[in-house]
């Protein structure tokens, strides 16, 4: 990892814990102890456990929302460098490989308005400075002939993406902080306490440590854990799934706006997903297999769009947070403790940014106004929102723009 970054020694001294070690713990982890920073990570199971393990590594920055694009482009980056980079010494992870591949939003005919969400979707990417090429149904065949597009109206294609193995990400920057000088902590399920900022580990109650400033990552846990130090934010749980189909499939990454459905490239053939169920979930209670509608549909979308005929190895589901507005929670909600939450299904391509945002933070820099948590009373109703969908009639894909 490298890159801009906090600067060395910024943080120097500075007692930092980090609870959860998923995709944004390890990188603001990594970012903080790059800086000095004494680090610890609190982590209930191993590394990636949470939702960072289930991810299906579609990895773009094709955003229609500026500040969205912006920490995409700078996800990407480091994703590259990472990738480029040789593992932590003496750690024993494998590498972590970032495939460049490039990522079609696809509108099918028969839905004009959805067709000119995709279109001013992608104007909007460009705007930006997004690579982004709107193309009609033909030309998106002769670019990619194993994509089936007769009845393709039209699609946005990006060229900054890509994808990967999000274990391996979280491996690789878990290691690479250790060698920087953080503690990685597994089996060490904490809770979180105020003024001042402290962790407590389950089997080391009910002796609490004490910390200058303590980070909350823990993905769908995130409210409960807050919620028990008496932070009120508004989050929620969601279902989303995935599969791996075996088969060749040598075409770009895809999302059919109509079926909702995505697909990338797999070593074993294709993995798709997002069968979202917008209902809340308990965190401690879940059905962490994949449904039966979600494997028909998306098998049936792997045929109609990509000519597949899939054989699934293996389908499951997993956690995503969900917030009344659709932007994340990134920020301090009380003396000395952070969020980072609220994903809406696009946490893990975006965490190598966030997660340095949110280490940068702690060193007292300023955040994203528009992630701001206090922008929330957090007691408020809301509906779960699909996070990724192309609204019929809006001007882009709503609410990350992707
Ligand atoms: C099927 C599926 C496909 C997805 N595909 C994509 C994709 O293609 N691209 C994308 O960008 N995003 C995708 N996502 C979303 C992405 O996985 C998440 O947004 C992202 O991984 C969130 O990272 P995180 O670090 O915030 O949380 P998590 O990875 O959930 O990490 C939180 C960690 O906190 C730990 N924890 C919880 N409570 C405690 C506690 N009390 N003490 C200590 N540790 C605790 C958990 O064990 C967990 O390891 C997908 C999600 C799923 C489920």
Redo the contacts with the bound molecule.
């Keep these: 990892m490298a890159g801009p970054g906090p600067d060395p020694d910024s943080g120097a001294g500075l007692r930092v814990a980090v609870?959860?070690?998923?995709?944004?713990?390890?990188?603001a982890a990594y970012d903080l102890a790059v800086a000095g920073a004494d680090v610890t990570l609190?982590?209930?199971?191993?590394?990636?456990?949470?939702?960072?393990?289930?991810?299906?590594?579609?990895?773009y920055d094709a955003y229609a929302e500026d500040v969205d694009a912006r920490i995409g482009a700078r996800a990407l980056e480091r994703f590259r460098e990472l990738s480029a980079a040789e593992p932590a010494a003496g750690s024993g992870v494998e590498g972590f490989t970032f495939r460049e591949c490039p990522y079609a939003i696809v509108a099918p005919e028969g839905n004009d308005d959805l067709a000119a969400s995709v279109r001013g979707a992608a104007e909007r990417m460009r705007v930006h400075g997004r690579p982004v090429e709107t193309l009609p149904g033909a030309e998106l065949g002769d670019r990619f002939p194993g994509l089936r597009t007769g009845d393709v109206a039209v699609a946005a294609v990006a060229r900054n993406a890509g994808?990967a193995d999000?274990g391996r990400y979280?491996d690789a920057v878990a290691a690479h902080a250790e060698a920087a000088g953080a503690e990685i902590r597994t089996d060490?399920?904490?809770?979180?306490s105020t003024t001042p900022p402290g962790v407590t580990?389950?089997s080391e109650a009910p002796v609490t440590r004490r910390f200058e400033a303590v980070v909350v990552?823990?993905?769908?846990?995130?409210r409960?854990?807050l919620g028990d130090a008496g932070i009120e934010i508004p989050l929620k749980p969601y279902?989303?799934?995935?599969l791996v189909s075996a088969g060749a499939y040598d075409g770009p990454m895809w999302y059919d706006a109509a079926a909702g459905v995505?697909a990338?490239p797999h070593p074993a053939g294709l993995l798709a997903?997002?069968?979202t169920v917008p209902v809340e979930a308990d965190?401690d209670d879940w059905e962490r297999d994949a449904d039966d509608w979600f494997r028909d549909e998306v098998t049936g979308t792997l045929r109609d769009r990509a000519g597949h005929d899939p054989a699934v190895e293996r389908a499951?589901?997993?956690?995503?947070?969900a917030t009344p507005d659709g932007d994340p929670l990134l920020g301090e909600v009380a003396d000395g403790v952070f969020v980072?939450?609220g994903?809406?299904?696009?946490?893990?391509?975006?965490?190598p940014a966030?997660?340095e945002i949110l280490a940068a933070q702690v060193l007292g820099g300023s955040g994203v106004a528009q992630f701001d948590p206090d922008r929330f009373d957090g007691d408020e109703a809301f509906e779960i929102r699909e996070?990724m969908r192309v609204e019929a009639g809006e001007a882009g894909p709503d609410p990350d723009g992707d």
Excluded at 343 to 351: D, L, P, T
Aim: proline share 1%; with cysteine.
């Design positions: 609870v959860g070690g998923g995709a944004v713990g390890v990188t609190f982590e209930r199971g191993t590394v990636g456990s949470g939702a960072s393990g289930r991810a299906a590594g579609v990895l994808w999000t979280v060490s399920e904490a809770s979180v580990v389950a990552a823990a993905g769908a846990h995130t409960r854990l279902r989303v799934q995935a995505y990338r997903g997002d069968g965190p499951w589901a997993g956690l995503c947070t980072a939450a994903w809406q299904g696009h946490g893990f391509m975006r965490a966030t997660g996070g």
